[in-house]
């Protein structure tokens, strides 16, 4: 499972009740095992300096999705210190309540994290905190969301996006600070020709290719057979394409300028390759908007599935509802299941290829990492994608947010947040904002 690499390290003062202090790291870990995590590190507790030493010096060449530090019992800040600065991983601290009986603090847990959270804050390190036995299911969950999120920041921290061409003008939207990315994300956007690379390559690809892509295609959209036959094969060069060159350059995803270029010299639009690859979880973004794409990649990190760049194009005040539409490159399995997905030209370059269906209904996390005031930052809002009359060719569905369609819109406005969000199914804003704690994101909430 993603975030399944968890470093477990209790403390323990032996002037405290060891035994009870020895249960409860016991119990900690044995839940953490049996939540399918595997956890690397000495399973004795760490008593002095050090010893803190010692495991810091073994777990500095692991690479963890979680540090979880259990404070078994009170303990000066020094060990906690000594993990943090060697371990690279996101730190939660743990500790745990005790009996109110009158008579001795045996633990003083609770005190111990607080000491070491002022200790990490001082020496700006970022971490989280949870304070409850291992048997308590809101604490287990604290724990699998921040692993998760972890895991995420692991992923970014090794991934390559292409960014397929230059940004069309004016869409400042668009534009990629790459220094940022590389120094907050880690992220490595990987500069690609759009005419030597990219439009080469869908020249170059194999007919045999090209035609199992179609093949395959045939079965999942109605009307494929309607398209006109040179700009359908076209997209499904690109696709071929794109998938040739992220697997040669280990790309995780793109951000592709699809116009004008790709209708005026290629004779075909890049949607349907588009969809086709966010479908296969290696996001794409058009207008080469990268952050967009980024954006993508971590929900479908957090999710398991794909995830879909729209614009906020109408509202829908009965629905109470923002439209979200494009063209037509949301990933094929976001279809309403009630409705046939077909294929479609570009509604204003009448040319294919494209996706048309409606989104389906169901629980939506919406995202964006935005750069909107010149610094990066997470746009985060939860919602609801529901069932309406298609109002647009291409993707596109019906969003109502937790706050009024009217408010949602005019903080995205007020804020000047890009024209681009993302989304996919489920809720997943607690790893979200999770995520953003340990790359030291400020959060927008919707």
């Given at each position: 499972m993603l975030g399944s690499k968890i470093a477990f390290v209790s403390i323990i003062r032996t002037t405290f009740d060891v035994p009870l202090a020895e249960q409860m790291a016991s119990?900690?870990?044995?839940?953490?095992?049996?939540?399918?995590?595997?956890?690397?590190?000495?399973?004795?507790?760490?008593?002095?300096?050090?010893?803190?030493?010692?495991?810091?010096?073994?777990?500095?060449?692991?690479?963890?999705?979680?540090?979880?530090?259990?404070?078994?019992?009170?303990?000066?800040?020094?060990?906690?210190?000594?993990?943090?600065?060697?371990?690279?991983?996101?730190?939660?601290?743990?500790?745990?309540?005790?009996?109110?009986?009158?008579?001795r603090l045996r633990l003083n847990s609770l005190c111990g994290i607080n000491l070491a959270g002022h200790a990490l804050t001082r020496a700006g390190i970022p971490y989280a905190h949870v304070y409850g036995l291992p048997s308590d299911a809101d604490v287990v969950e604290v724990v699998r969301v921040h692993a998760l999120a972890g895991a995420v920041r692991r992923k970014l921290r090794r991934a390559r996006f292409g960014r397929v061409g230059e940004n069309p003008a004016g869409f400042d939207t668009c534009l990629v600070d790459h220094a940022a990315l590389r120094e907050r994300l880690g992220v490595e956007v990987v500069q690609v020709d759009l005419q030597r690379e990219m439009f080469a390559g869908m020249r170059a690809a194999p007919q045999a290719d090209i035609e199992a892509v179609g093949a395959g295609l045939a079965t999942r959209v109605a009307g494929l057979e309607t398209m006109d036959a040179d700009a359908t094969h076209g997209t499904l060069s690109a696709?071929?394409?794109?998938?040739?060159?992220?697997?040669?350059?280990?790309?995780?995803?793109?951000?592709?300028?699809?116009?004008?270029?790709?209708?005026?010299?290629?004779?075909?639009?890049?949607?349907?390759?588009?969809?086709?690859?966010?479908?296969?979880?290696?996001?794409?973004?058009?207008?080469?908007?990268?952050?967009?794409?980024?954006?993508?990649?971590?929900?479908?990190?957090?999710?398991?599935?794909?995830?879909?760049?729209?614009?906020?194009?109408?509202?829908?005040?009965?629905?109470?509802?923002?439209?979200?539409?494009?063209?037509?490159?949301?990933?094929?399995?976001?279809a309403d299941p009630d409705a046939q997905p077909g294929v479609t030209i570009h509604s204003n370059r009448k040319l294919p290829l494209l996706m048309e269906f409606p989104l389906k209904p169901g629980r939506v996390t919406v995202a964006r990492l935005s750069a909107a005031t010149g610094e990066l930052r997470l746009v985060i809002a939860g919602g609801e994608m529901v069932r309406g009359d298609k109002p647009f060719s291409g993707t596109c569905g019906f969003l109502r947010f937790e706050r009024p369609a009217r408010v949602v819109l005019d903080t995205i406005l007020s804020e000047g947040l890009e024209h681009h969000i993302s989304l996919t199914y489920g809720d997943h804003r607690p790893a979200l904002r999770a995520l953003a704690q340990m790359l030291r994101l400020p959060i927008l909430e919707l």
């Open positions: 119990q900690a870990r044995a839940r953490l095992g049996e939540m399918g995590y595997t956890l690397v590190g000495d399973a004795a507790p760490l008593t002095t300096l050090e010893d803190a030493q010692t495991r810091a010096a073994s777990l500095s060449d692991e690479t963890p999705d979680l540090l979880v530090i259990f404070q078994a019992t009170f303990a000066d800040s020094q060990l906690t210190m000594t993990l943090a600065h060697a371990i690279d991983a996101p730190i939660l601290l743990w500790a745990v309540p005790e009996e109110h009986t009158g008579g696709y071929v394409a794109l998938r040739t060159l992220a697997k040669a350059r280990e790309l995780q995803g793109y951000a592709v300028r699809c116009w004008p270029e790709f209708f005026t010299e290629m004779g075909c639009a890049a949607c349907g390759a588009m969809s086709m690859l966010s479908d296969e979880q290696i996001p794409a973004s058009c207008e080469t908007d990268v952050n967009g794409t980024i954006t993508q990649y971590i929900l479908q990190s957090l999710s398991g599935e794909a995830a879909f760049g729209t614009d906020v194009v109408s509202v829908d005040h009965l629905a109470d509802a923002l439209v979200v539409w494009h063209c037509g490159l949301a990933p094929l399995s976001m």
